[in-house]
């Protein structure tokens, strides 16, 4: 059979993620000596609101997470998608301002915002709608638009996607610390969007194009496993002030949580998250296999800080494709 | 005519483009970074429709980056930029229709190989059912082995087109199935994204800038329903995205298709302070061409008719 024949649900059906998720990853997936897991892994969950003082609020889930970002170059990766003015697709650029200032004030040495949007090539146009414009001015911050960055091969720390290497942007890898900062929304497909599906946009269009079909047709679920393993961020700081309910993560609706989720374990974070939305993430196969060699998912291994969980729990509207992986009593 | 204003944007478009060239040939997306073949076709482009130098001066001044697209070719014909990496079918398209405008000399000696490498590669037909999209039709990917979508298509096909002369056999049977593409793909109310018009039963809504490409390869197809309902959404739309590439693809394709593109340049150079403020010489050097509209018409994105 020819490339050409192949349907797309063959090059799914070939790949083996939902095996891996019922049973254990064999090593043709990673290697294990490549990953550490932490004993327990902690997620601090802070109240917030966009008219709160943000830099206080993601300085002080700093401290709760003992991270040290002296003389570091962070990159800060928001999720950026579309511009609509009443819809919550995008990472508040107040959160990224936050955190910025927060990073700067404890000493990094650069902060540097990035994304390549998957729907949209024209940058110019995202940062302007959103306002991220305002916050790269007022912080004199660089933007590197990963979507046109130079690119380097970088060969995957594993193979779900049966993808050997990736093209990246140099400036994502030549940071010191990489922060995955998404903003909290349902997924049509995968469940969830947060700090792990949040990666895509590190895939370079102008490699790839638009959208990142590349990683649709490897598997949506495998991608964001592969991805978050290679770049392995070392931080997650979540908008979950205002999330997106129903058809996310474009077409829902606003939904407030009032909540920044930060920790540096992605897995346990966004495990954190599905739990508070009303999802139970070992339901999903790609946090149940990150679950097994990336980071802990289990609750037995997740060490809330900050707020407890039950503060801020929200049962979101899950469209039926997907109401599969709600909890079992969902909030 | 352009106004004192957009003639000031113009300058000052052109004067940084000239500065931002890398010195061993070529623009990079963003100052400091490598070349590629997008900024630098859309940076020739733009300075030579903006050019009031002699031709002498212009060819000494463009030889060193034609050289770096020169550069970029492979065995396969096709160009990339980045070694190693997958070739961009639409940097290759637009590639194409830069040399025929600006080079058809020095173009000679690699665009029969171009295009031959550009007919060549087919987006996979997938086989997979769907009611409102026709998925077995193959037009252009981004890059080999990869599905069809609207951009890449858009320059392959108005390559073709503008070098129909030297074209080699099966281009027009290519050409014929990528506006059937192109049309499966219109949204339902005009216009094209990326290149899905809908997706999990919803419609999707077009976006300027695939829309201007698309409808710059289509403009000897004027007068088909769909070309004409894209025409109508661009200019409802027209002012709705504010970015250099958005209103400066924008304007070219009014201009082509002979309609007023006055009001778009006229907001293309407010708005290109802000352009080159972000630095993104691809969109600095779209909104150029458009602002010199006027002297050069839009030549490079048109076909004989």
Not at chain 2, 141 to 164: G, H, M
Not at chain 2, 234 to 256: H, I, Q, W, Y
Not at chain 2, 259 to 278: H, P, Y
Not at chain 2, 289 to 294: I, K, Q, V, W
Request: neutral net charge.
């Amino acid at each position: 059979m020819s490339p050409s024949d192949l349907s797309r649900r063959d090059f799914l059906k070939a790949l083996p993620l939902a095996a891996a998720a019922a049973t254990a990853c064999g090593p043709s997936e990673f290697r294990a000596a490549d990953f550490s897991r932490l004993a327990m892994s902690p997620v601090a969950l802070l109240p917030a609101s966009y008219e709160a003082d943000l830099a206080d609020v993601v300085g002080r889930g700093l401290d709760i997470l003992g991270v040290d970002v002296r003389g570091k170059r962070v990159f800060l990766k928001p999720n950026l998608v579309e511009y609509e003015t009443d819809k919550a697709i995008n990472t508040h650029p107040l959160v990224v301002a936050g955190a910025a200032s927060a990073f700067l004030s404890r000493g990094a040495q650069q902060v540097i915002v990035g994304e390549g949007p998957g729907h949209r090539r024209d940058m110019e146009y995202l940062l302007a709608g959103t306002g991220m414009i305002d916050v790269l001015r007022d912080l004199r911050l660089t933007f590197a638009d990963l979507n046109h960055d130079d690119v380097r091969e970088v060969a995957l720390k594993s193979h779900f996607t049966r993808l050997q290497t990736l093209w990246l942007p140099a400036t994502l890898l030549d940071a010191d610390i990489v922060v995955s900062m998404p903003k909290l929304k349902t997924h049509h497909w995968a469940g969830m969007t947060a700090s792990m599906k949040n990666l895509f946009g590190t895939v370079p269009g102008a490699v790839y194009g638009w959208p990142k079909n590349l990683l649709h047709v490897h598997g949506i679920e495998q991608s964001i496993v592969d991805l978050t393993a290679t770049i392995h961020p070392a931080l997650s700081i979540v908008d979950g002030i205002v999330g997106m309910e129903g058809d996310g993560p474009i077409m829902g609706r606003p939904r407030p949580v009032g909540v920044i989720a930060m920790g540096t374990d992605l897995p346990a974070v966004d495990a954190t998250c599905a739990r508070l939305i009303g999802l139970d993430p070992t339901k999903m196969p790609y946090l149940s296999v990150a679950g097994q060699f990336i980071g802990n998912i289990d609750t037995t291994r997740i060490e809330q800080r900050g707020e407890r969980l039950e503060r801020f729990q929200t049962s979101f509207d899950i469209i039926e494709p997907i109401r599969r992986l709600q909890l079992p009593n969902p909030p | 005519m352009a106004g004192a204003l957009e003639q000031r944007r113009a300058e000052a478009l052109t004067a940084r483009l000239t500065q931002l060239a890398n010195p061993s040939g070529g623009w990079p997306y963003y100052a400091g970074k490598k070349s590629r073949l997008e900024p630098t076709c859309w940076a020739l482009l733009a300075l030579h429709g903006a050019w009031t130098d002699s031709a002498a001066e212009w060819s000494r001044f463009a030889s060193i980056h034609l050289d770096f697209v020169h550069r970029c070719q492979r065995r396969d014909g096709l160009l990339s930029d980045t070694p190693e990496a997958p070739t961009n079918l639409a940097a290759d398209g637009l590639a194409a229709c830069t040399l025929a405008e600006l080079s058809p000399a020095s173009g000679a000696a690699i665009l029969p190989a171009l295009l031959d490498g550009i007919v060549a590669v087919k987006g996979l037909r997938v086989n997979e059912p769907d009611t409102r999209q026709d998925n077995t039709l193959q037009a252009w990917p981004w890059y080999p082995d990869t599905f069809s979508w609207v951009e890449p298509t858009a320059w392959c096909v108005l390559a073709l087109k503008k070098l129909r002369s030297i074209a080699p056999p099966g281009s027009a049977a290519r050409i014929t199935e990528a506006e059937r593409m192109l049309e499966n793909r219109c949204c339902e109310t005009g216009g094209w994204n990326y290149g899905n018009a809908s997706a999990l039963g919803q419609d999707l809504r077009p976006h300027v800038p695939p829309t201007a490409t698309a409808l710059l390869a289509l403009h000897d197809r004027r007068e088909a329903s769909w070309v004409a309902k894209s025409i109508a959404f661009l200019e409802g739309a027209r002012l709705k995205e504010k970015s250099g590439a958005a209103l400066g693809l924008t304007a070219l394709c009014l201009r082509v298709y002979g309609r007023d593109s006055a009001i778009v340049e006229a907001q293309l150079a407010d708005v290109s302070v802000q352009t080159e403020e972000l630095g993104n010489i691809h969109s600095m050097a779209v909104a150029l061409s458009a602002l010199t509209g006027d002297r050069h018409q839009a030549r490079a994105f048109r076909v004989a008719q």
